[in-house]
């Protein structure tokens, strides 16, 4: 879903970049801009957990963006994983739940840890 571009300037500051796709910029936008203020309103000092970073991104959106990523339709991922298209749409929605079982056919097919869609 997301590509970090990490690069560090003078100052002690750090530029990010982020690039995803038009469809999710607006969101990743907000989504970082909540971050800062978070991390402003703490001084810094305490962390957050990607729930409270990102409270409305699930593991549906995880597995829409890395699909995405790897450059794969959904009728292509989901043949390699031995699902139809509507199944694998639901998923990427919300509407229906990822096992830890598919969630283990899906990052293999995808080339990433399972654990990013439970």
Do not use: W
Not at 17 to 29: C, G, N
Not at 55 to 82: M, Y
């Amino acid at each position: 879903m997301l590509e970090l571009t990490r690069k560090p300037t003078i100052d002690g500051q750090v530029v990010l970049s982020v690039q995803t796709t038009p469809a999710l910029a607006d969101s990743v936008q907000a989504a970082l801009e909540a971050v800062l203020r978070l991390a402003e309103q703490a001084g810094r000092e305490r962390t957050y957990t990607i729930e409270e970073a990102f409270p409305d991104l699930g593991p549906g959106d995880a597995l829409r963006g890395a699909r995405e990523l790897s450059g794969l339709t959904q009728q292509q991922l989901a043949g390699a994983v031995g699902i139809g298209k509507s199944n694998l749409s639901e998923m990427e929605r919300g509407r229906r739940p990822i096992g830890k079982a598919m969630a283990r056919r899906l990052a293999k097919a995808l080339g990433t840890s399972y654990k990013v869609f439970l």
